[in-house]
């Protein structure tokens, strides 16, 4: 008579698939809970102690590991030696595994939760038994997952058995279920004794959304998201309206959610190909878009807007005549939606999450071959007041408001970067360039160029790096920038004093660089 074991913590579906079982003239065996469910509901059901001829001890820690279980799992079915050893031992073959694990994810995320309630949460006998299972998936059918449950039912309803291509598509989930299981179980307990480089990195991650191509039409590319993802991320964010977002739109949204986390005052960013190309400032949500728009109104065409405030109707009067690609804000006004919904391709997502700024965290970049793994650049306190004269001249205060602006933003702009602003808002922005002073020629031509005649008295420049040579500063000197700030650190760097020092205005150094790569 064939025989299934079934222990369940997620019990969904599992009265009725085990009925279908038991009407296959499946024999069923189980434990705790999920043995008190199936009798409940009327089905037959075999105690494992039944089996074991052991009880459960330890406070039900253990009490399927035990070879009566792991023999009838693991014993070959092609291979007679195997079949005479079980039976010389009175073991029964196991052919049905239908095991779902405790749920230490779930119990993770409660609040408060104890580090004891958590430890208890560690399945041992469930990922046992269904590695055991999963091994010997020649004559074993194992299921992990409840979704797994109607395709099991299927191929015995049509065929009185499982495929063994089924049988190995169950067992291949159940390494991963059980690779991401332990994962997650290592993460929390290398965190609990902070650890901070382990000799080995195990991620994981769960699919969100397959993508309709990667970064080009002919790069095949998925979302994944992490199990315990940070509420201020863009997985969290609730998709209002729009076409799928593609893999560049994910980027240049995260970039983009990076960038506005710097500012707490009301703060619209516009962003192109992972880059800001206007971010504006101002007492009201709808005066900061008006600056960020007027920063650089051409770029912005089939760019992502961001806006740390509501978006409501008068904002979305002003972003209708405008073609973008996303808008992501904490909230949109039923006005507001009524507006931008007629644009059908434009996506809106939602993310209430505004107030929980980036934690710190690691972040993993890919080469061939291997993995970067560094802490996130996140948001940190900008005090430009505090910030020491490289050379005679200190910034004046309405300067130290422009420098504070430009700082934040040329933290995330491609290096070599240079962003040139005033106080509300960039003007110029000169990224990913191979030498700084091109990055400076870009950031001032623009920002001079700015057809919307905006205060062009009080330009400041923000270098991400240090200024290697004197040739940055005597061209920003050149075209009339009023203050500069920069890490320092350059051996040159007395040139570059020199030079403001001539003409009487400040430089600031800040002794933190912010490359971007």
Same mark, same amino acid.
């Given at each position: 008579?064939?025989?299934?074991?079934?222990?369940?913590?997620?019990?969904?579906?599992?009265?009725?698939?085990?009925? /279908?079982? !038991?009407?296959?003239?499946?024999?069923?065996?189980?434990?705790?809970?999920?043995? &008190?469910? #199936?009798?409940?509901?009327?089905?037959?059901?075999?105690?494992?102690? +039944?089996?074991?001829? /052991? $009880?459960?001890?330890?406070?039900?820690?253990?009490?399927?590991?035990?070879?009566?279980?792991?023999?009838?799992?693991?014993?070959r079915r092609d291979l007679p030696a195997h079949m005479e050893a079980i039976a010389s031992h009175g073991i029964e073959a196991i052919d049905y595994v239908v095991v779902n694990l405790y749920p230490f994810k779930e119990t993770l995320q409660t609040p408060e939760v104890s580090h004891t309630e958590l430890i208890e949460q560690i399945d041992?006998?469930?990922?046992?038994?269904?590695?055991?299972?999963?091994? @010997?998936?020649?004559?074993?059918?194992?299921?992990?997952?409840?979704?797994?449950?109607?395709?099991?039912?299927?191929?015995?309803?049509?065929?009185?058995?499982?495929?063994?291509?089924?049988? +190995?598509?169950?067992?291949?989930?159940?390494?991963?279920?059980?690779?991401?299981?332990?994962?997650?179980?290592?993460?929390?307990?290398?965190?609990?004794?902070?650890?901070?480089?382990p000799e080995s990195l195990t991620l994981t991650y769960q699919l969100k959304q397959e993508l309709r191509y990667g970064e080009n039409s002919h790069q095949a590319a998925s979302f994944y998201q992490e199990l315990l993802p940070a509420p201020y991320s863009l997985v969290e964010a609730k998709q209002l309206q729009g076409k799928e977002l593609?893999?560049?739109?994910?980027?240049?949204?995260? &970039? +983009?959610?990076?960038?506005?986390?710097?500012?707490?005052?009301?703060?619209?960013?516009?962003?192109?190909?992972?880059?800001?190309?206007?971010?504006?400032?101002?007492?009201?949500?709808?005066?900061?878009?008006?600056?960020? /728009?007027?920063?650089?109104s051409q770029s912005i065409y089939g760019g992502i807007v961001v806006f740390n405030q509501p978006v409501t109707l008068a904002l979305a009067e002003a972003l209708k005549p405008i073609f973008l690609e996303i808008i992501i804000a904490p909230h949109f006004d039923e006005e507001a939606l009524a507006i931008l919904s007629k644009k059908k @391709?434009?996506?809106? #997502?939602?993310?209430? =999450? /505004?107030?929980?700024?980036?934690?710190?965290?690691?972040?993993?970049?890919?080469?061939?071959?291997?993995?970067?793994?560094?802490?996130?650049?996140? $948001?940190?306190?900008?005090?430009?007041?505090?910030?020491?004269?490289?050379? %005679?001249?200190?910034?004046?205060?309405?300067?130290?408001?422009?420098?504070?602006?430009?700082?934040?933003?040329?933290?995330?702009? %491609?290096?070599?970067?240079?962003?040139?602003?005033?106080?509300?808002?960039?003007?110029?922005?000169? &990224?990913? !360039?191979? @030498?700084?002073?091109? &990055?400076?020629?870009?950031?001032?031509?623009?920002?001079?160029?700015?057809?919307?005649?905006?205060?062009?008295? !009080?330009?400041? #420049?923000?270098?991400?790096?240090?200024?290697?040579?004197?040739?940055?500063?005597?061209?920003?000197?050149?075209?009339?920038?009023?203050?500069?700030?920069?890490?320092?650190?350059?051996? =040159?760097?007395?040139?570059?004093?020199?030079?403001?020092?001539?003409?009487?205005?400040?430089?600031?150094?800040?002794?933190?660089?912010?490359?971007?790569?």
């Amino acid at each position: 008579m064939p025989r299934a074991l079934i222990s369940v913590s997620n019990k969904e579906g599992i009265v009725e698939f085990a009925r /279908f079982l !038991q009407e296959q003239g499946i024999e069923i065996i189980s434990t705790g809970g999920t043995l &008190a469910c #199936l009798e409940e509901a009327g089905i037959d059901v075999l105690a494992v102690e +039944a089996v074991t001829e /052991f $009880p459960e001890i330890l406070d039900g820690r253990v009490k399927t590991l035990h070879p009566k279980i792991h023999g009838g799992l693991l014993a070959r079915r092609d291979l007679p030696a195997h079949m005479e050893a079980i039976a010389s031992h009175g073991i029964e073959a196991i052919d049905y595994v239908v095991v779902n694990l405790y749920p230490f994810k779930e119990t993770l995320q409660t609040p408060e939760v104890s580090h004891t309630e958590l430890i208890e949460q560690i399945d041992i006998g469930g990922p046992s038994m269904i590695r055991s299972a999963a091994k @010997n998936y020649a004559s074993v059918t194992v299921i992990c997952d409840p979704a797994d449950y109607s395709k099991v039912q299927a191929e015995i309803e049509s065929q009185g058995a499982t495929s063994l291509d089924l049988r +190995a598509k169950l067992a291949a989930k159940v390494f991963r279920q059980t690779a991401q299981y332990d994962a997650l179980i290592a993460q929390y307990l290398t965190e609990q004794v902070h650890e901070e480089q382990p000799e080995s990195l195990t991620l994981t991650y769960q699919l969100k959304q397959e993508l309709r191509y990667g970064e080009n039409s002919h790069q095949a590319a998925s979302f994944y998201q992490e199990l315990l993802p940070a509420p201020y991320s863009l997985v969290e964010a609730k998709q209002l309206q729009g076409k799928e977002l593609s893999y560049n739109n994910i980027k240049d949204a995260d &970039a +983009a959610l990076r960038i506005i986390a710097e500012f707490d005052e009301p703060t619209a960013v516009a962003l192109k190909h992972m880059n800001p190309c206007g971010v504006g400032r101002a007492s009201t949500i709808e005066e900061a878009f008006e600056r960020c /728009f007027q920063a650089d109104s051409q770029s912005i065409y089939g760019g992502i807007v961001v806006f740390n405030q509501p978006v409501t109707l008068a904002l979305a009067e002003a972003l209708k005549p405008i073609f973008l690609e996303i808008i992501i804000a904490p909230h949109f006004d039923e006005e507001a939606l009524a507006i931008l919904s007629k644009k059908k @391709n434009l996506r809106l #997502l939602e993310l209430p =999450h /505004f107030d929980k700024k980036p934690e710190a965290s690691k972040e993993y970049v890919s080469v061939m071959g291997g993995l970067l793994v560094q802490d996130q650049d996140i $948001p940190q306190a900008v005090d430009a007041s505090s910030w020491p004269a490289m050379g %005679k001249v200190e910034a004046k205060d309405d300067q130290a408001q422009a420098l504070e602006l430009a700082w934040k933003v040329v933290k995330h702009v %491609k290096s070599n970067a240079i962003v040139v602003a005033n106080s509300v808002q960039t003007l110029g922005i000169g &990224a990913g !360039q191979m @030498n700084r002073v091109g &990055a400076a020629h870009l950031a001032v031509e623009q920002a001079l160029a700015n057809p919307h005649g905006l205060d062009k008295t !009080q330009l400041v #420049l923000a270098s991400d790096a240090y200024l290697p040579m004197a040739d940055t500063a005597e061209y920003a000197v050149s075209q009339g920038i009023q203050a500069i700030v920069q890490p320092s650190g350059s051996i =040159h760097d007395e040139d570059s004093i020199k030079v403001v020092d001539q003409v009487g205005i400040p430089m600031v150094k800040t002794g933190i660089r912010h490359f971007r790569h």
